[in-house]
């Protein structure tokens, strides 16, 4: 069983254009989350991208890199379409890191790669953690998460849905899979919801394929979406 950290990163973004490659302190965002992901030694780390501006962040750091200007609708089909050209086997654990999600805790990243390797039932994992910021509940560019009691998802959405208390459950930028679980997701249709909010987990929960959330505590990092997310991550990374 080999664990695959894939960092799908394409160069244009619709809401902070070519956030990637826009520096925190000494290095771009693509080097921070390449710096993180090779903190976990025992997993290989792949940028996945579509821009020869990026391939060069990744060589400059020694790592495998995967160019393909195909369109994709989302990271997870770029992470199975780069798992394939790595000829991954079904058990193989493919995890998504997606490439604005600054400070990230890779520790967390670990527990989601434990979570999959001792559980044979769970094909699909991601992180969640828990927050009574009201700001984070409004914004959408923060994915509300609701879960069962097995902490298994039962939706996801950008707009305010509901809370416990005065507190709310928000979903991180990481996905673990099996590759097995890959091929399959390859081959479902994109669902209106998916569509609508812009998640590409909503394609899961549209056919009923379970999603195993893992709660971490404190959580630090900044999912880079705005001109204003990218101040706030220069801010704490100086300071």
């Not at 030694?41 to 821009?51: C, G, L, R």
């Not at 559980?119 to 923060?142: G, H, M, P, Q």
């Amino acid at each position: 069983m080999t664990t695959f950290i894939i960092i799908p990163a394409r160069l244009e973004s619709s809401r902070l254009s070519k956030k990637l490659i826009q520096n925190i302190g000494d290095k771009a965002l693509i080097e921070h989350m390449i710096v993180c992901a090779k903190k976990i030694t025992d997993a290989t780390i792949i940028v996945s991208t579509d821009s020869k501006i990026i391939q060069k962040y990744a060589l400059k750091h020694n790592v495998h890199v995967i160019l393909s200007t195909k369109k994709f609708k989302n990271g997870t089909e770029r992470c199975f379409y780069t798992a394939k050209k790595l000829q991954a086997s079904k058990r193989d654990i493919i995890v998504n890191l997606q490439a604005d999600e600054f400070n990230i805790n890779p520790n967390d990243i670990k527990k989601l790669i434990r979570v999959l390797k001792l559980s044979s039932n769970i094909n699909v994992a991601t992180l969640i953690y828990e927050t009574n910021d009201k700001r984070e509940y409004t914004d959408n560019n923060f994915v509300k998460v609701v879960v069962d009691k097995e902490l298994r998802a039962i939706t996801f959405t950008r707009r305010p849905i509901t809370s416990i208390g005065d507190k709310y459950l928000i979903h991180l930028g990481v996905y673990g899979f099996t590759y097995e679980f890959l091929e399959m997701y390859s081959k479902l249709k994109e669902c209106h919801y998916e569509k609508e909010e812009s998640l590409e987990q909503l394609r899961m929960i549209w056919n009923n394929i379970p999603i195993h959330c893992v709660q971490i505590k404190d959580n630090k990092s900044i999912g880079i979406n705005s001109a204003k997310d990218l101040k706030r991550a220069r801010e704490i990374y100086e300071y």
